[in-house]
């Protein structure tokens, strides 16, 4: 890895802005000091700042391609304002590429065999924090198998939540799920995976021909059956482990990690510093600045498909009287939040809710099971619990604007419409996108 900037990119006008890449290890500490040495002191004169996260990305060449993509299509729609001396950082940190049972298509669909090194990716990052004895017994559970009996799931769902550690969830205070709550989840998702579409881009209803609801309806009859499936598909085990500590880990490295580099510029410079963050990149962002805690806020905040709860911001969840983890970040932006939100996004509309959530699913309502008022994603509903502090406006075309001055702390900006032709955000990796640069400009360049 270069020591110093990644790269110099063009922003405009003849001028360049330099932009830092910084890596991140799983429990958050720094592994480019110098770099980040570098960083520090060059901020000098800085008038801005522009910190992204990316979120499933497993590669540092993958997370450098998404900033470069993203920030050319920002300067393609104007050069930044003259007077302006911009620095761009992003972070890599230790994520995986990966696919709910859906978004694998018609291969999967017709029932032939996944790809064995995806398989084998989710496995090992799921089960790199157990001890020796637990591995070999996960392994012996699940190599060579494509579904598991009922006493063989409860073993497994049993090694991967001691594996992951649950503890009360940050985002919504929820509590964390027993081996009842995993395999109910574990169900729906079995459930849900029975109506796959023909098409990998045509996701449907996942409750429509049986789906969800014919799964909550056996569920609610006899809990212990998969769906009516009667076998339990070990690889949605591995992918509920793997939103869980994908969803840890970026609040870990964002409060360990990039939380010291938040306070540096808000405390030591006057340049103005702008967040962006994509999916659990999201987390990332907001964690950071909730931990850093600095003495004047940050300029703006974008949030791109947010992989978090949607009460994560409110002052009291779902009445629960605890307020939501990030709830103090809303005193921390200086701007309304612009968090986007999609129909098309499929991940957080019909699965985040099922796989990333606490113990409810454990309550005798087995009518709640797949909430998305409760349990919803960020990024696939937008916010609740805000009232009058939030707003919800379409995703503007180029050349339009957003009302950031009606004294709402997040505006949640829908982007299932079309603009150009398309969808403004397609899916949940869609967020280099035309309405998606333009979004950061309003930011960036807000009076």
Same mark, same amino acid.
């Given at each position: 890895m270069v020591v110093g900037p990644y790269r110099a990119v063009d922003i405009g006008s003849g001028r360049q802005a330099d932009l830092y890449l910084l890596r991140y290890a799983a429990d958050g500490s720094l592994l480019s000091p110098q770099t980040a040495r570098h960083l520090t002191e060059s901020l000098e004169g800085v008038t801005d700042v522009f910190l992204f996260s990316h979120g499933w990305n497993n590669t540092f060449d993958a997370a450098a391609a998404t900033y470069l993509a993203f920030i050319d299509g920002y300067v393609s729609q104007g050069a930044v304002r003259a007077g302006r001396r911009p620095v761009l950082a992003g972070v890599v940190w230790p994520s995986i590429s990966l696919l709910m049972p859906w978004e694998d298509g018609p291969r999967i669909a017709g029932g032939a065999p996944a790809d064995p090194a995806r398989n084998e990716e989710t496995r090992a990052f799921v089960a790199e924090s157990l001890?020796?004895?637990?591995?070999?017994?996960? &392994?012996?559970?699940?190599? %060579? @198998?494509g579904e598991l009996a009922q006493a063989q799931a409860e073993q497994a769902a049993e090694i991967v939540r001691a594996?992951?550690?649950?503890?009360?969830?940050?985002?919504?205070?929820?509590?964390?799920? &027993?081996? !009842?709550?995993?395999?109910?989840?574990?169900?729906?998702?079995?459930?849900?995976?029975? =109506?796959?579409?023909?098409?990998?881009?045509?996701?449907?209803?996942?409750?429509?021909?049986? %789906?969800?609801?014919?799964?909550?309806a056996t569920l609610a009859a006899d809990p212990r059956v998969a769906g009516g499936l009667g076998t339990w598909d070990p690889r949605n085990l591995l992918r509920m482990g793997t939103m869980w500590k994908m969803k840890d880990r970026a609040g870990r490295v964002g409060a360990r990690g990039v939380a010291p580099l938040v306070r540096r510029v808000?405390?030591?410079?006057?340049?103005?510093?702008?967040?962006?963050?994509?999916?659990?990149?999201?987390?990332?962002?907001? @964690?950071?600045?909730?931990? =850093?805690?600095?003495?004047?806020?940050?300029?703006?905040m974008l949030l791109l498909q947010p992989a978090v709860n949607r009460w994560c911001f409110a002052p009291d969840v779902a009445g629960t009287g605890r307020a939501g983890g990030y709830h103090p970040v809303l005193a921390r932006v200086?701007?309304?939040?612009?968090?986007?939100? @999609?129909?098309?996004?499929?991940?957080?509309?019909?699965?985040?809710?099922?796989?990333?959530?606490?113990? @409810?699913?454990?309550? $005798?309502?087995?009518?709640?099971?797949?909430?998305?008022?409760?349990? %919803?994603?960020?990024?696939?509903?937008?916010?609740?619990?805000?009232?009058?502090? !939030?707003?919800?406006?379409?995703?503007? =075309?180029?050349?339009?604007?957003?009302?950031?001055?009606?004294?709402?702390?997040?505006?949640?900006?829908?982007?299932?419409?079309?603009?150009? %032709?398309?969808? =403004?955000?397609?899916?949940?990796?869609?967020? &280099?996108? $035309?309405?998606?640069?333009?979004?950061?400009?309003?930011?960036?360049?807000? &009076?």
């Amino acid at each position: 890895m270069v020591v110093g900037p990644y790269r110099a990119v063009d922003i405009g006008s003849g001028r360049q802005a330099d932009l830092y890449l910084l890596r991140y290890a799983a429990d958050g500490s720094l592994l480019s000091p110098q770099t980040a040495r570098h960083l520090t002191e060059s901020l000098e004169g800085v008038t801005d700042v522009f910190l992204f996260s990316h979120g499933w990305n497993n590669t540092f060449d993958a997370a450098a391609a998404t900033y470069l993509a993203f920030i050319d299509g920002y300067v393609s729609q104007g050069a930044v304002r003259a007077g302006r001396r911009p620095v761009l950082a992003g972070v890599v940190w230790p994520s995986i590429s990966l696919l709910m049972p859906w978004e694998d298509g018609p291969r999967i669909a017709g029932g032939a065999p996944a790809d064995p090194a995806r398989n084998e990716e989710t496995r090992a990052f799921v089960a790199e924090s157990l001890d020796h004895g637990a591995q070999a017994q996960l &392994s012996e559970l699940l190599d %060579g @198998s494509g579904e598991l009996a009922q006493a063989q799931a409860e073993q497994a769902a049993e090694i991967v939540r001691a594996a992951l550690a649950p503890v009360t969830d940050p985002d919504d205070g929820s509590a964390a799920p &027993s081996v !009842s709550d995993i395999l109910r989840s574990w169900a729906l998702l079995d459930g849900g995976a029975a =109506a796959r579409p023909g098409d990998p881009d045509d996701f449907g209803d996942l409750g429509a021909g049986g %789906g969800v609801a014919a799964a909550v309806a056996t569920l609610a009859a006899d809990p212990r059956v998969a769906g009516g499936l009667g076998t339990w598909d070990p690889r949605n085990l591995l992918r509920m482990g793997t939103m869980w500590k994908m969803k840890d880990r970026a609040g870990r490295v964002g409060a360990r990690g990039v939380a010291p580099l938040v306070r540096r510029v808000l405390e030591d410079t006057d340049a103005r510093l702008h967040l962006v963050g994509h999916s659990f990149g999201a987390r990332l962002v907001m @964690s950071a600045l909730a931990v =850093a805690a600095p003495g004047r806020p940050a300029r703006s905040m974008l949030l791109l498909q947010p992989a978090v709860n949607r009460w994560c911001f409110a002052p009291d969840v779902a009445g629960t009287g605890r307020a939501g983890g990030y709830h103090p970040v809303l005193a921390r932006v200086e701007l309304p939040i612009l968090a986007t939100y @999609s129909e098309h996004d499929f991940p957080l509309r019909q699965a985040f809710h099922l796989a990333v959530r606490g113990a @409810s699913l454990g309550e $005798p309502n087995i009518a709640a099971v797949g909430d998305t008022d409760r349990f %919803g994603a960020l990024g696939g509903y937008g916010p609740a619990g805000l009232g009058a502090a !939030s707003a919800r406006q379409a995703a503007v =075309a180029p050349g339009g604007s957003y009302d950031l001055s009606g004294g709402e702390r997040v505006i949640a900006v829908d982007g299932s419409g079309d603009i150009g %032709g398309r969808p =403004a955000i397609g899916g949940h990796g869609d967020i &280099s996108t $035309p309405a998606t640069w333009w979004a950061l400009h309003c930011l960036a360049n807000a &009076s």
